[in-house]
């Protein structure tokens, strides 16, 4: 597997290893925010597009830390791998890693609602209905954003089923972004699970760029060549 | 995989295939209750025990349906599986295929609860709280031990954080089933997710016998050997 890595690294289309010395995060899978022992909350992120990039960003020549929810998916070559369960250790683990970082690619799905009690035994099934609060959970982009040193560069997502690129625009300016891939997880061939995606990247003047449908391993490439040509000024 | 199969049908412990001509239903596995496009409401399950059993019963001669929500396993060699997401589709799959079974082992850990609305965009994250109101699924043991013929064994496992003998024989004698498998999930070395399992089995009259912890997989074989041993009367 490490010499069909090393292959890949040699033969990969970036062949400018443009990510060389530079430190990058990736963020990737869904968290998980329990109610009691059993049942839990959590959202359809398979961790996919999150591992393509960080194998991609390991054979753009970066030094890759990927922070992920449960996921199961391997670990890709040469990328150091951090698991968490739910949005209070994704926000730790992020921001403890944030002040080094060159590039940090958010595009896990956290929670953004978590039930505000966790019941320490089982609820039992008595009855008819159960109410349930969920409390927003911190937001770590937001959090990020202000923490944004001038040499990094922040790419986010916004997986919306409606009015995707007013959502997009407003996420990314809201939270500091210098890049944000949006997609209509309400597309066929784009979203969670499934190994195709349909992305437009914005930035703070508009669309940058709007790919054709592709696997989540190709749109990875590509994307990770439109970082490092940011990176360098292009 | 096959001949390794092969291998493991003929040198398994259970030299007796107690389970030739019969017609075994396991369900394993959670179930996913949607709230909108990207999030949903889930539990632990792994679905382990359940595929460990399936297997088993297949080992033994029988014939094995598997009704699975969603994990990542592969499916036991010789077991036909069916795929279900929510509450109700196990519901259906398990009433359809019942009245085929000489043995159901309803291993899957069926969410009890559901959002009573599912929205059909993605919620925004504008309020401080969301109030989700929970409702109760079609509760399928209950129907099941309804439709229970007299030839049919019926075995439901209880999976409690506390209490447990109490819970079990409740639900045992509430949904007419011969055998329970109860275990506590806060233990250590017992429950979601881990390869061990530390349970008890209870019939009508009280334990039948407590197993040490034991592996899944070795534990599935003896929990077959048991319902082998019920079905013909030992």
Redesign the interface.
Known sequence: EIVEWIERFFTSNNHVKTLIGKKVLVTAGPTIEP??????????SSGKMGFALAEAAALAGAEVTLISGPV?LPTPPQVRRIDIVQAEEMKEEVLQALPQMDVIIKSA?V???RP?KIY???M??VQ?????????TPDIATEVGKRKLAHQLLVGFA????DVET?ALGKLKKKGMDLIVANN??EPGAG?GIDTNIVTVYDQEGVVKAFPKMSKKELAVELITLIGDRLHGK
Chains 1, 2 share one sequence.
């Open positions: 109610l009691d022992p059993v049942r839990y909350f959590s959202n359809y199961s799905a929670a953004d609602y505000q320490h035994q089982k039992k099934k008819e209905e159960l109410t349930v609060i969920l409390e927003k997986a919306e089923t409606q959502y997880v309400a969670f």
